[in-house]
Structure formats: structure tokens, C-alpha cells
């Protein structure tokens, strides 16, 4: 299986000045005291456009962007969740322009915590990412069903992946380094055979071990 796509966020525009009336952004909802000039910032709900093209919609706290709120950047990335600090913090969705759907927790910003990716393909991530990236125990399951448990490094398997195909014929327990099969693969077969053989580097080395049938080795 190829390396796993890695979710990449775009900065959001927090600069000091976007919020001043003098400026070319613009923002229309409610204000502290009502007053839409000079040093009021937007207080409650409301509409922030960027002059970047950048657009946020939903709460605000003393012109800050904060609880729940919608933020769409110019090239099709959307981001709906929890806000602070004008930051996504907490628990939220991404919607990228490549079709892929993240949702799950979030910090400053960066997919980070446990979550979900939905991939434009049909494939499912569902675990614990890091910096975009499927990073710990998790589990991957493509379009046709089959899935993949155990842990992932920075996109890639790593370490013991158990594979169950969609008609559950068969389990496969396998070995990973970097996305690589290594060492011993089990196949338990639903007849109740086990077969074992080895890789080195993703290359199956010789033929089968060892056949296991009926809790006897036959091979």
C-alpha cells in the first residue's frame, strides 16, 4: 500500500489590523456596544472577509474569532469547527479541494489528535494523526472493505499490521518498517489453515515456513 496522503492546512489570516474599518477588509454583524467604528471590535455573530479573499463567518469575542465558527480560504479549503484565539482548536472538520473530508480534533490549526479522513477514492483512515499525517494506532479501510489495523509512522504501516479482506477469507498478520513488509507474515485462513512465510525488505524470501492445519504442522 502507498504512503497515505498528508493533509496540509493553510495558514489563516490573523493579522492585528483586519478588523479596523480603515483597512480594505470588511465585517458586518455585532459590534461591543453596537458601535461599528472606530475601536469596537466585532463581539457575537457575524461575517469577516479578508482582503486576501479569506472569509470567516459565525462568533466572535472582542475581534477575535472564537466557539463555533466557519472559516474558506480562496482555493476551495474549508474548515467548520471550534474556535480560539482565531485559531481552530478542538473539534472540528477540514474540506479540502482534493475531495478528501478530515474530521476530529484539531490544534492551532493542525490536524492533530484522534480523527477521521474520508479520501476522495473511497478509502477511510480512522486513529491517531500528527501534523497531518495517520501517526499511531489506527486503521485504514479502502473502498472494497479490506482493512488494515495497527501502527502507522507518518503516513506509512509501521510495525505489526493485521490485514482482513472484505469476504473475511483470509487474515494477515504482517510485520512493517516504512510502509515495508519485514520478517514474519501469518495467513489465517477461515478453514482454519495458517500459513507463515517471511519478507526482507518487501521480497518474500524462499517459499512457505511453515503450514499449520488442525494445530499440526504440515510443512
Known sequence: MKKLVILKIHDINTNKEM????????????????????????????????????????EMELGNFKGDGIYMWPNGLKYVGQFTNSQPNGRGSYYFDSGHIYTGMVKDGVICGTGKIKYADGNVYEGVLDNGFPNGEGVYT????????????????????????????????????????????KLRYADGRTVIINYLNGELTGGVVRCICDGKTVQ
Open 142 to 185: 479502502t473502498a472494497e472493505g479490506n482493512t488494515y489495523s495497527g501502527m502507522f509512522l507518518k503516513g506509512e504501516m509501521h510495525g505489526l499490521i493485521i490485514q482482513k479482506d472484505a469476504n473475511n477469507i483470509c487474515t494477515v498478520e504482517t510485520n512493517y518498517k516504512h510502509g515495508v513488509k519485514n520478517g514474519q507474515s
Open 19 to 58: 478588523m479596523h474599518w480603515g483597512s480594505k477588509n470588511k465585517y458586518g454583524g455585532d459590534f461591543v456596544d453596537g458601535k461599528p467604528h472606530g475601536c469596537s471590535q466585532p463581539n457575537g455573530r457575524g461575517v469577516f472577509y479578508h482582503v486576501a479573499g479569506d472569509k470567516y463567518e459565525d
